[in-house]
Each structure stands twice: as structure tokens, then as C-alpha cells.
């Protein structure tokens, strides 16, 4: 039987004995399943006013969701801004929000949109299918003059024009197929089309730092932005076009939210103890009894979309040799870290894709299978043997590896450390870089053989925009490696076909990243969670990112 860190202590106590101390550590709560209800505790006649007070870990890097990437980012633009369609977060199925019916051609490369002819921006002007162009030539192209940045090419991919038609109908066109576009639409993620009225889209990104110039068509208005303190959004008291399979009809319950940004776990819980917050997310699971006891309810949700874990670098050796990557991932023992570091509600990995993506194959009793035996034998056979430290060598060059981590996922710490400790029992050294939010693209890329990755998006379409070499490129997959052409033709299949005829191409993708380049390496399935007392129906959409149209807190 192979050997695992584990296999005598299947606790985190033990763990932390082995493998040393991990101080600081961020962990998420968990619901019974991992996968709460719509929201935590959402019996009792809904109350309509009040204020909501909701503690997080980070905090939004702008109030412009054009550019917001963070996950505090995400889920407050979430409220201010609304979708072309909405995606049901069970069946991943789209129905109406601001286009009431929308087709394509047959070649998947150009798509309609029927729009209401009811909707406004929160300065009054009309939401029409002008609107839709100018916000999606600006996502996609930017604006140099106003200093904002395009963003649109991953995510767009192959974008070419959007058609005014009338007022209410809108064309987008495609130089090639582009199947994903229409769960884009409905994405609150990284990546998202936000729809901005037409004087944020002609201020600059530092008057958009002004939350008068940040005016979207959403349930709630900005009106409050503290950088890395509050932000403060009120209810839009004319919204009355949310998505009917929302299942919330007419305004907002609550009249206002304030975001806090709360850095240390410590403090944060003292905040739901003292009862200056009733919410909070980043709930360490040693707090999680103590604020069930209190009587607080713990609501969660996996985060669907690309797993956590590292994307290898293959423009950069060591990690350009597949022998140093299928080891990694052999010695990454992901079943260990659910039993033992893990908390309820997170998941372990068994693809690059969490499992309830459509498209999803699980890679756990094959090519991500833990095998410390197997991983010592692919370095042997590649030439890399021990030092007198125990760290490999090849031609007089040390297997030593740099990686970045994740300090605002909980549990992204501890397993990545595990990883760490594994990693140099087999003779790979790794140093870890946990904070590499101001690491620049081009120093990552020339420096760094392991990436950080965990993508929120309900969608195989997630794949391509990330790791296909001419989008995202996660692997700096080199202009000249001689398979490039294919590699990107298997990746862009994904957007040649729809629903149940693009599970081929979704395996075909899968085994390309896992069996035949090994391009990531997973870890774990995250999850958002919530610790509320008094409020009630926190949603987490499609994307994991939180909705507050139906919530309310008691009188």
C-alpha cells in the first residue's frame, strides 16, 4: 500500500503534529450537506425594511464591476447590476432577466436578445439594446482614454460586433462559434458582463472610484465606498424586473447593507458574539460550534466552476518536464486532505472541474489517483535522484520549485502546505508565496512553476477561457511547443456545440489537461459559507456569489 502523510493521523491536530504548525490559518463553516438550502433560516413571513451588517475577510478592489475580480468584488456588484439571463444553480438551466427570449444560428456564432422594455438604470435613463453593445465593446475592447483596461478577450474569446436591431432587440456576433456565451450572460463570477448606464461608461476608472458614477439596473445602489473598510449599497425602490425563476417579485426586502471588511477570523466572530454583525463569512470550523450554540445558522455552498489548485508552468523548467508534473500530482493525496484538514462543506477534487459542471469526468481512481511510490519512481526514471539533503538533482540542478497560494480561500493554506510537505518526502523542494496579489503577469509567468487557480464559473466554458493557449494560457503553454495548434483546436471545440453534444468535447478537454499534458493540479472544491442569526434567505447563485433580492432580517 502506497504511504500517506495520513494514514496514522486522519485528523487536522495530527497533521499539524507531522507536517508543523500552519499559524493564521483562514477555514470556511459548513452546513450539514455542503450544500444548504437557498438561504439560512428562510422560514417566517418576510419583513419588508432594515439593515443588514455582513462581516467578510476581503474587500471589493473598485465599486466598477467591469473590473472587480476578487470574490468580495463579485458578490457586491452582484447587487447592483443584473444579467441578460438567469441560471438556475441545481439544473445549471437559463431562463429570463433582462432578455425575455434570446436564439441562435445554426453555426453558434450569432445570438439574439429580446430585452424588457420596462428597465432602467438607477439615474433614470432606459436600459435598451444600445445599452448592451456599448457595455459589451467596452468589456471586451476598453477604453485607453478612461483608463479602462479591456477585459473581454478571455472571456469573449472570438468576439466581433453587437448589432442594434431595435430598441428592444440586440444581435451579438462571433467570428466562430462561441456556445458559451449564452451561460455568460448569466455568470456573476470573475468575468461577468456587468450592464452600466451610460455615464459610467464614459467616466474614467478613477472617477468611477465615486459611487455617483457607478449606476447599474441591480436592486441596490452604491452609495458609501471606504477602500478596504465598508461599502454601502441602499435599495432601488422602482426595481421590478428580477428573474421570475428567482422566485422574489418586485423590490429588495432589505433597505440597506453595509460590507465590512473584517481581515482577522478572531475578530470577526467576536463581532457576531458582541452582535454588531448578524452575518459573516470565513468562519473558522473551531468557531463554527461555539456560533451554532449562540444560535447561529451555517449555510453553504460548493463553488462551482475550476477546482483549487496550481496550474504548472510549462514554459519554465523544471515544470516543463512531465515527469516533475505527473509526480506532483501523483504525491498530492486529495482524499487525505477531505478526511483530514478539510471542513464539511469543501470538497475533494477529482478533476480540474468541480463535479456538479456539466461536462464534469471524475480523474480520482486514475490520473489524479495519490501514489508516493509512483511519483518517486517518475523522477528515478526521469533522471532527477536525491541529494545528500534529500532534495533531487539533475545535471547539477536542483528540483526546486516556486508557487503562489491563496489567502483568501480558506483551507487553501493548509493543503497547499500539506502538498509542500509531501512534495520534499519525495525530494522536490517548493517555496510558496501565499500573498501574490501585486506579483506582476510577466514576473509570475518567468518566475513561478506553480500558479494558484480556483475560477467560479458553472460552466465547462471555464476551461477554455483559462487554459486554452490563445485566451487565458493558465500554463503558459510556449508559441513554439509543437502540439500548440491542437491544443487549442481541443480547447475551442468546447464552444462548437450545446448542451448534451458538448459532453465529448468536455471529456476530450479533461483528458488533455489530465491524462495526456497534466496542466493542473487540483486540490480541493471550495465553498462559500455563512453564519447568520436573524436574517434570513441568503442566497448563493449559479456562480456561488450571494443575491440579497429575497432577503430579510427580523423586526
Given at each position: 500500500?502506497?504511504?500517506?502523510l495520513?494514514?496514522a493521523?486522519?485528523?487536522?491536530?495530527g497533521?499539524?503534529?507531522?507536517?508543523g504548525?500552519f499559524?493564521?490559518?483562514?477555514?470556511v463553516g459548513c452546513?450539514?450537506?455542503?450544500?444548504?438550502?437557498?438561504?439560512?433560516?428562510?422560514?417566517g413571513?418576510?419583513?419588508r425594511?432594515?439593515?443588514l451588517?455582513?462581516?467578510?475577510?476581503?474587500?471589493?478592489e473598485?465599486?466598477d464591476?467591469?473590473?472587480?475580480?476578487?470574490?468580495a468584488g463579485?458578490?457586491?456588484?452582484?447587487n447592483?447590476?443584473?444579467?441578460?439571463?438567469f441560471?438556475d444553480?441545481?439544473?445549471?438551466?437559463?431562463?429570463?432577466?433582462?432578455?425575455?427570449k434570446?436564439?441562435?444560428?445554426?453555426?453558434?456564432t450569432?445570438?439574439?436578445?429580446t430585452?424588457?422594455?420596462?428597465?432602467t438604470?438607477?439615474d433614470?435613463?432606459?436600459f435598451d439594446?444600445t445599452?448592451?453593445?456599448?457595455?459589451?465593446?467596452?468589456?471586451?475592447?476598453?477604453?485607453?482614454?478612461l483608463?479602462?483596461?479591456?477585459?473581454?478577450?478571455s472571456?469573449?474569446?472570438?468576439?466581433?460586433?453587437?448589432?442594434?436591431?431595435s430598441?428592444?432587440?440586440v444581435?451579438v456576433?462571433?467570428?466562430?462559434?462561441?456556445?458559451?456565451f449564452l451561460?455568460?450572460t448569466?455568470?456573476?463570477?470573475?468575468?461577468?458582463?456587468?450592464?452600466?448606464?451610460?455615464?459610467?461608461?464614459?467616466?474614467?476608472?478613477?472617477?468611477?472610484l465615486?459611487?455617483?458614477?457607478v449606476?447599474?439596473?441591480?436592486?441596490?445602489?452604491?452609495?458609501?465606498?471606504?477602500?478596504?473598510?465598508r461599502?454601502?449599497?441602499v435599495?432601488?425602490?422602482?426595481y421590478a424586473?428580477g428573474?421570475?425563476?428567482?422566485?422574489?417579485?418586485?423590490?429588495?426586502?432589505?433597505?440597506?447593507?453595509?460590507?465590512?471588511?473584517?481581515?482577522?477570523?478572531?475578530?470577526?466572530v467576536?463581532?457576531?458574539?458582541a452582535?454588531?454583525v448578524?452575518?459573516?463569512?470565513?468562519?473558522l470550523?473551531?468557531?463554527?460550534?461555539?456560533?451554532?450554540a449562540?444560535?447561529?445558522?451555517?449555510?453553504?455552498?460548493?463553488?462551482?466552476?475550476f477546482?483549487?489548485g496550481?496550474?504548472?508552468n510549462?514554459?519554465?523548467a523544471?515544470?516543463d518536464?512531465?515527469?516533475?508534473?505527473r509526480?506532483i500530482?501523483?504525491?498530492?493525496d486529495?482524499?487525505?486532505?477531505?478526511?483530514a484538514l478539510?471542513?464539511?462543506?469543501?470538497g475533494e477534487?477529482?478533476s480540474v472541474?468541480?463535479d456538479?459542471?456539466?461536462?464534469f469526468?471524475?480523474?480520482?481512481?486514475g490520473?489524479?489517483?495519490?501514489?508516493?511510490?509512483?511519483?518517486?519512481?517518475?523522477?528515478?526514471?526521469?533522471?532527477?535522484?536525491?541529494?545528500?539533503?534529500?532534495?533531487?538533482?539533475?545535471?547539477?540542478?536542483r528540483l526546486?520549485?516556486?508557487?503562489?497560494g491563496?489567502?483568501?480561500?480558506?483551507d487553501a493554506?493548509?493543503?497547499?502546505e500539506?502538498?509542500?510537505?509531501?512534495?520534499?518526502?519525495?525530494?522536490?523542494?517548493v517555496?510558496?508565496i501565499?500573498?501574490?496579489s501585486?506579483?506582476p503577469?510577466k514576473?509570475?509567468?518567468?518566475?513561478y512553476?506553480?500558479?494558484?487557480?480556483?475560477?467560479?464559473?458553472?460552466?465547462?466554458?471555464?476551461?477554455?477561457t483559462q487554459?486554452?493557449?490563445?485566451?487565458?494560457?493558465g500554463?503558459q503553454?510556449?508559441?513554439?511547443h509543437?502540439?500548440?495548434a491542437r491544443?487549442?483546436k481541443?480547447?475551442?471545440?468546447?464552444?462548437?456545440?450545446l448542451g448534451?453534444?458538448?459532453a465529448?468535447f468536455a471529456?476530450?478537454?479533461?483528458?488533455?489537461?489530465?491524462?495526456e499534458?497534466v496542466l493542473?493540479n487540483?486540490?480541493?472544491?471550495?465553498s462559500?459559507?455563512a453564519a447568520?442569526k436573524?436574517?434570513?434567505n441568503?442566497?448563493?447563485?449559479?456562480?456561488?456569489?450571494?443575491?440579497?433580492l429575497?432577503t430579510?432580517?427580523?423586526?
Open positions: 500500500m502506497t504511504d500517506s495520513f494514514s493521523t486522519p485528523t487536522r491536530r497533521f499539524l503534529a507531522l507536517a504548525a499559524g493564521g490559518l483562514l477555514l452546513a450539514a450537506d455542503g450544500n444548504s438550502a437557498a438561504g439560512a433560516a428562510g422560514g413571513t418576510p419583513v425594511g432594515g439593515s451588517k455582513f462581516a467578510w475577510l476581503g474587500a471589493p473598485t465599486i464591476p467591469q473590473v472587480n475580480s476578487s470574490f463579485a458578490n457586491f456588484a452582484n447592483i447590476v443584473d444579467r441578460l439571463l441560471q444553480r441545481d439544473s445549471g438551466q437559463l431562463s429570463p432577466w433582462l432578455a425575455t434570446w436564439e441562435h444560428n445554426d453555426a453558434i450569432e445570438f439574439t436578445f430585452l424588457r422594455d420596462d428597465v438604470f438607477s433614470g435613463t432606459k439594446a445599452s448592451v453593445k456599448n457595455n459589451l465593446d467596452q468589456f471586451y475592447r476598453g477604453d485607453e482614454a483608463g479602462i483596461k479591456p477585459n473581454g478577450k472571456y469573449l474569446g472570438p468576439y466581433k460586433e453587437t448589432v442594434v436591431v430598441p428592444t432587440v444581435r456576433n462571433f467570428t466562430a462559434p462561441n456556445a458559451s451561460q455568460l448569466a455568470h456573476s463570477g470573475t468575468g461577468n458582463i456587468p450592464f452600466l448606464a451610460e455615464k459610467t461608461l464614459k467616466s474614467s476608472a478613477q472617477e468611477r465615486n459611487p455617483a458614477n449606476i447599474g439596473t441591480g436592486p441596490f445602489v452604491v452609495t458609501e465606498y471606504a477602500p478596504k473598510e461599502t454601502v449599497v435599495r432601488r425602490e422602482d424586473w428573474p421570475a425563476a428567482f422566485g422574489h417579485r418586485g423590490s429588495a426586502l432589505l433597505e440597506r447593507i453595509e460590507f465590512i471588511t473584517i481581515p482577522e477570523a478572531s475578530v470577526r467576536g463581532a457576531l458574539q452582535g454588531d448578524p452575518a459573516a463569512f470565513d468562519i470550523p473551531t468557531d463554527e460550534k461555539v456560533l451554532s449562540l444560535g447561529f445558522e451555517l449555510t453553504s455552498r460548493t463553488v462551482p466552476g477546482t483549487l496550481w496550474q504548472f510549462l514554459g519554465l523544471p515544470t518536464d512531465i515527469a516533475v508534473r509526480a500530482v501523483a504525491a498530492t486529495r482524499a487525505g486532505y477531505k478526511k478539510l471542513s464539511q462543506s469543501e477534487a477529482h472541474l468541480t456538479k459542471v456539466p461536462g469526468v471524475d480523474y480520482s481512481a490520473a489524479l489517483k495519490f501514489d508516493l511510490d509512483k511519483a518517486r519512481k517518475l523522477l528515478d526514471d526521469a533522471g532527477w535522484k536525491p541529494g545528500p539533503d534529500g532534495i533531487r538533482e539533475r545535471d547539477g540542478v526546486k520549485l516556486k508557487g503562489t491563496n489567502n483568501l480561500v480558506p493554506r493548509i493543503t497547499y500539506a502538498t509542500q510537505a509531501a512534495l520534499k518526502s519525495i525530494g522536490i523542494e517555496e510558496i501565499f500573498d501574490s501585486n506579483i503577469a514576473e509570475l509567468a518567468a518566475q512553476h506553480l500558479a494558484n487557480i480556483n475560477r467560479a464559473r458553472n460552466d465547462v466554458a471555464v476551461l477554455n487554459l486554452n493557449p490563445d485566451r487565458g494560457n500554463a503553454i510556449p508559441a513554439g509543437p502540439d500548440r491544443i487549442v481541443t480547447f475551442s471545440d468546447l464552444d462548437t456545440a448534451a453534444a458538448q465529448p471529456k476530450a478537454v479533461q483528458d488533455l489537461i489530465h491524462e499534458l493542473v487540483p486540490h480541493f472544491q471550495t462559500q459559507v447568520v436573524g436574517v434570513h441568503i442566497h448563493l447563485d449559479g456562480s456561488g456569489r450571494l443575491l440579497f429575497g430579510w432580517v427580523d423586526g
